[in-house]
């Protein structure tokens, strides 16, 4: 089974529209032939002078665009922003969508959903003490069943504070792995998902090594990472940061965008997707895609 997580970057800059940047991201997608795809920053924006919105082109149920077109569906979740308003400019949305093969996979609708990282995962920022993060985020998670064997598995697909925060960044980032670590911990005794194995992708917007120090010693994810050398990879990562000009991929010493599975699991195959098209990348980060036999459980 082949997973695909890439932050796309929002509509608001690099010209959007103007360099058909949209088509290029929509087109290189649908290259790697991936399964699942877990995508960041697929946002909206309308003002007086402009409107834009990724799902235009990556489909929805209300429009047979880009990836729908090519057989697959989308869980939205909620907008991890809501409907935001900006001062003297217009409205905004922001989601971490999850797409899949519509004649592979069906959603559990009843057990899937959206998690900000707050104390109760409600809309809201994430606070420390007297810190407050400057934006709002969250994670889309999908409990999917394979429409041919009934099994069932968890994707989470994870979009954690900006850069740009400061020195609020590492107590902010640090809060938000433990909300996603006692999450997933959650799970091994809840009804519906219980025994199932967990993958878990996105922009984690901070090196490997800090996230996972921050993951308690006992958790599933923590597990996961020790168990990386006995299953071939249950915790890899990589560089997918690029340039703010657009032409070169980043320092590849501190990757943000991560894999984590969790469960009985075997990833064969993990690469970090250089999508170039022509003199720039499509997006500020590379698509990073993963390899990975499940064992799953049978719905029944």
């Known amino acids: 089974m082949v997973f695909l997580t890439y932050n796309i970057r929002n509509v608001v800059d690099y010209d959007f529209e103007d360099d058909g940047r949209e088509n290029k991201v929509v087109s290189s997608i649908?290259?790697?032939?991936p399964d699942?795809?877990?995508l960041q920053e697929v946002s909206s924006q309308k003002s007086w002078t402009k409107e834009a919105n990724w799902f235009t082109y990556l489909g929805d149920e209300n429009n047979q665009t880009g990836l729908v077109s090519a057989g697959y569906a989308v869980y939205k979740g909620e907008s991890v922003i809501g409907n935001h308003t900006i001062d003297l400019i217009?409205?905004?949305?922001?989601y971490n969508p999850i797409y899949y093969k519509a004649d592979k996979f069906r959603v559990i609708t009843e057990l899937s959903g959206t998690y900000w990282y707050t104390d109760d995962g409600k809309y809201g920022k994430t606070t420390v003490g007297s810190l407050t993060a400057e934006h709002y985020k969250a994670f889309t998670y999908v409990v999917f069943e394979d429409i041919e064997t009934g099994a069932r598995f968890v994707y989470i697909n994870s979009h954690m504070e900006k850069r740009d925060t400061g020195d609020r960044l590492v107590p902010i980032i640090q809060k938000q792995s433990e909300y996603l670590d006692s999450f997933v911990d959650s799970l091994q005794t809840k009804e519906g998902y219980v025994g199932l194995p967990v993958i878990i992708g996105?922009?984690?917007?901070y090196h490997f090594g800090g996230i996972e120090g921050f993951f308690g010693n006992d958790s599933i994810i923590k597990n996961a990472a020790k168990e990386a050398n006995k299953n071939e990879g249950a915790y890899v990562y990589g560089c997918s940061t690029v340039s703010s000009d657009f032409t070169t991929v980043g320092d590849s010493s501190s990757p943000i965008d991560h894999w984590y599975v969790c469960g009985d699991a075997y990833v064969s195959g993990f690469e970090v997707l250089d999508n170039k098209d022509?003199?720039?990348y499509p997006s500020d980060h590379l698509p990073v895609r993963l390899t990975v036999t499940l064992t799953f459980k049978i719905n029944v």
């Open 202 to 205: 996105g922009d984690f917007n």
């Open 278 to 280: 022509g003199e720039k």
């Open 30 to 33: 649908l290259s790697y032939d």
């Open 36 to 38: 699942i795809i877990g």
């Open 90 to 94: 217009g409205t905004e949305t922001n």
